[in-house]
Nanobody, 124 residues
């Protein structure tokens, strides 16, 4: 059973940084695509970034390019989202997601496994 556990959220001032972690367990993830999504109150869940576990190839939503970085620590089976230059509009619950194959989708429905989410609040 795949388990994804996010951590690292919190309250930060605009311009600050946070690093989110997603600890993955229950499978060998070498062929997986891992994604980060977020959902603000009253809005739909939206794609933030994704990474292919073995190839390391990444893709970002336009609104985070140059500010966020997704990465993997193979030894710890953990996916990170480094978030810099945070803005109040980045406030949301951030979710880690996984698909067992190589996917190029930004649609939440294409990801089979989800974590419980971690709250990020950016004050102005």
């Amino acid at each position: 059973q795949v388990q994804l556990v996010e951590s690292g959220g919190g309250l930060v001032q605009a311009g600050g940084s946070l690093r989110l972690s997603c600890a993955a367990s229950g499978r060998t993830f070498s062929r997986y695509t891992m994604g980060w999504f977020r959902q603000a109150p009253g809005k739909e869940r939206e794609f933030v970034a994704r990474i292919n576990w073995s190839a390391g190839s990444t893709y970002y939503a336009d609104f985070v390019k140059g500010r966020f970085t997704i990465s993997i620590d193979n030894a710890k089976n953990t996916v990170y989202l480094q978030m810099n230059s945070l803005k109040p509009e980045d406030t949301a619950v951030y979710y880690c997601a996984a698909n067992p194959g190589l996917v190029f989708s930004i649609e939440p429905g294409r990801y089979d496994y989800w974590g419980q989410g971690t709250q990020v609040t950016v004050s102005s």
